[in-house]
């Protein structure tokens, strides 16, 4: 069994872990609060629910009187600076430091989807959101998959600038068996008299979104489980388990319930929390706009068997960052990063010679404009037979309208990965395969949605994955199964990313060392002309 790291909250100084001890890296702040609640969120002083009672098979404790412990839970911070005065770094900053004034026992708990992705996490692959949750004293954070994103050595480079644990309990090391290099499968936080144990569920579609090439991600359920249960064993009160929405990991957490508490992401719903006596799930949506805040009331003692005995209630209130200020220290070093970049990314790059659509929807259901011309500059420029790009390697998720001045920073928040372009040497059933498998799941708009140049194919959605496929054709001539093709494409889709695992381990007749980025390929190309013309051909016609 892997060792479980120890750590005290972040009021409580010192951090440390087997192997290694952390420096301070993040700046001692002062912290304190004042909050906003909406009226259909249970405040404290409210009717209070029924408590929570869990008998521990773990080691005997001394008893409690109650105890007040505090959780604070937000997920998803991207973004540097805040939208219409909600959200953004240095009002999470102001919230952690308020709520920590007020609340001694606090635990801040990171639910990850943070490391990516982002303009400026394009070139320090999230080293500047590590900076500046240092200076938040985060008390741990859980490693999602966009925490995944850059790369397991990206991640474990993370880790190791961090001044707090993220935790990933259901992923491995292929090569050595064990937790990915500096992060850890559970922690256990230290709150006044209480011990706290933190897990979190990697969704195991990560193997196929991120360029994690080393690291086995697991059914979380099993590993939640056990990693529970080791933890109730070793006798802490409580324990939490962090996850996310991709693949709908959130669901199968929930309908299991391997922790007291489960915090959890689900696009569909900003806020809610739902509570039935002994087991809690609470979710907040992204960028610090509403954090989540559990005030608990937790009380140990020694039950009639002799064995320890936990009860809980919980008060759940919902922060609006909108009325508390921003910290100050936190809002010059965002503003700081900003500033580095900004010189370079308002550059103009050209002008739209019409509407362009980057939301989510319009890039994996059907033909994009933008997508169109992203395969075709990268189908000419490495003089590939056919080009095929995934609707989810091009983000963005706005409108443009017409006669927009494009500039950089807008096509590296279009194209924010590392992608290059690989040039594979394909048979027409491989490439009939590949493409099969973009469409088999356009219903759950998954990233794999197919984008082809000098090719047109039909697409059925009314008939199951696998089978809706119905003609494909390269350079105005059905594809020959046995035909090989000079197949342009990301490289990672070329390691078998997104569902595409029968491109992985094909011939490469152009390296991935050999070729630009493909954003930077795109910035070329329009600002050769200094104009950008999105066309539609009706390349990609889809059935409903």
Known sequence: MDTIGIFNGAAGGMRTRFGRTLSSLAASLALGLGLGLPAAILPAQA??????????????????????????????????????????MARLAGTIRQERAAHPNLLVLHGGQTLAP?????????????????????????????????????????AFEAGFPIVTTNTVDRATGR???????????????????????????TRETTRAQRTEFRDPIPALTAKAAALRADGVDLVV???????????????????????????????????????LSATVGPQAAWVLALDLTVERRTGPDGKPQVSWIPAPRLIDSATVPPDPATLIQSKAYAARLDTMLRMEVGRLTAPLDTRKEALRTGENAFANAVVDTLRETLDADV????????????????????????????LPFHDVGVVLDVTGQQLWEAVESGVSAVEQLQGRFPHLSNARAEIDLTRPPGQRLRSLSVGGKPVGRSTRYRLAT???????????????????????????????????????????????????????
């Open 47 to 88: 009717q209070q629910p029924d408590a929570a009672v869990v008998a521990r098979d773990g080691k005997a404790a001394a008893d409690t009187g109650p105890v007040q412990l505090t959780i604070l839970y937000t997920q998803g911070t991207t973004d540097l600076d805040e939208t219409a005065g909600r959200g953004g």
């Open 118 to 158: 982002s303009v400026l996490a394009f070139y320090d692959q999230g080293a500047h959101i590590i900076d500046l949750l240092n200076g938040m004293t985060v008390d741990a954070m859980a490693a999602l998959n966009r925490e995944f994103h850059h790369g397991d050595d990206r991640l474990s480079a993370r």
């Open 179 to 205: 937790t990915p290099d500096g992060l850890e499968d559970a922690v256990v936080l230290s709150a006044g008299p209480l011990r706290i144990g933190v897990m979190a569920a990697t969704p195991v579609l």
């Open 241 to 279: 388990a962090m996850t996310g929405y991709a693949g709908d990991t959130h669901r199968s957490v929930l309908a299991a319930r391997p922790a007291d508490i489960v915090l959890y992401q689900d696009r569909n719903r900003p806020f809610a929390v739902d509570y039935d006596g002994r087991f």
């Open 387 to 414: 080009a095929l790009m995934n609707g989810g390697g091009i983000r963005g998720d706005r409108q443009y309208p017409a006669d927009a001045l494009l500039t950089r920073r807008d096509i590296y928040t279009i």
């Open 490 to 544: 990301s490289s990672f889709l070329a390691a078998g990313g997104d569902g595409y695992g029968v491109l992985a381990g094909v011939p490469r007749l152009v390296e991935d060392r050999n070729s630009e980025f493909i954003s930077t390929q795109m910035i070329d190309h329009i600002a050769r002309s200094g104009e950008f013309v999105p066309r539609l051909d009706g390349r990609m016609t889809v059935r409903r």
